[in-house]
């Protein structure tokens, strides 16, 4: 199944034949204090430099996140979704907890963007999956319900089934949800990433629904991080993870996803491998 | 299915539940012409230093081939085998395609080897699996028999099945037969990678043996191939690969398959994964 997005100028299609699409995660204020700072003083400066970069890079579509306490949320999220549409050309993933601001962005982005995200719980998907049938958008289905999160990946299975019957009812067609599986991180619980893989699984064969997830989860608070979640990527892309929000900057994300699409027979005669090694070393000798 | 190798003092399990198992490549004078050299005038000073830095950085097993063209093989291969038994304590993979020198080497390990390698060509198997039995040893199979190598992964399962039952009439049990699904070069045809992991899939499914590749040859003539090399391992580990013959050395193929190992609930808590981190910290400010 494919998941269609778009830019006013640019499709990006999402599916199990197509390289792997990477969601630049970087547009983000949590965790990032100086971007917060900047964003409460209507300082968008970092945030059209962050666009450029991640495109550079690779993202294919960029996720955009508005989320401070105490700031105008609608007003914030529409400023920085203007902002990139006109300093790039990929298309947007919209993402808020906030109904009012996912509705404002959505009615400022002329393309089809992605909504990042609802969960199963019924009053969550309410909220959500009119929004998305509105704007005929897409929407990130996060694979758990009123129960919580699951280590049980048939109960994973179950959520994603109902977002998909929801969107269903709410005109939103299958192809245009994508499903988060659900990584989580494996410091805390070391079944964490066999649990995903699983669940991946599962709802891919039995959903037949794109997936995708924040890929950054798995290795929170490890040494080594970047190679935790470059190889997260790698093992997960084979059970159906066909897009991931990640930091297409990180040399080692970039090159495992690359790398993989290779062997994965999306990338003949390693044209895009070849492409971002030959990048890569022009940067370095730029550099040194 | 869990396979134990053992060296005099130490065994090594093989299997699903189990930690990746690194076979060191590295004591191979294929391609090495000063290992060669050296070889020839029977100074065998590097073969002992390989096989120590390779048990350091973590391989579980070595494999020992002594195939130099015009050397008395079976003479080299003994000696190579007894002089890695008596440095190292991990259990040998021995390497010939000479079933003399297999006959040798065996003969004068003390433990219980495995054997590199058979196809499933009729006559190939009917010189290897009686000395694979008649010494206790486990022995990898080369998917492939008399039709030559075969892009269709159902004709990799079927070689593999005759493998496993020729194995089985000579009192070669199950789980003394590694299958190696052959991983072949993507650079020189796209759908190599996929076709082994379907091969893979496909083979532990039916047969529920462990499967074994020589990883090195998937990145072949390509411009960084260590990290193809680790991606595909990362890859390949959902789809039942269980060991592989590659260069511990390396950083990027030891921690991808760390990194893998903890994803997959195999390290408990990334005990193994922060020694590595550590060691390679300590390593690097020595050598800095």
Redo the contacts between chains.
Sequence with gaps: METRLASPTRDVVIGPEQPFVVIGERINPTGRSALQEELRAGDLSRVEADARAQVEAGAAVLDVNAGIPGVDEPVLLTRMVRLIASATDVPLSIDSSTPAALEAALAAYDGKALVNSTTGESSHLERVLPLVAKHGAAVIGMAHDERGISMDPQVRLEAARTIVERAADHGVPRKDVLIDPLAMT??AD?????VF?EAAGRIRDELGVNLTCGASN?SFG???RH??T???L??A???GLTCAIANPIDPEVR??IL??D????R????VR??AN?RAERAAANAGG
Tied chains: 1, 2.
Excluded: E, K, S
């Design positions: 494996v410091a070391p079944a964490a990433g066999a893989l798995v490890l040494p080594g190679t935790v470059a190889t997260f790698a093992l892309m084979p059970a090159r495992a790398a993989a290779l062997v994965l027979g990338d003949g005669y390693a491998w070849i090694h």
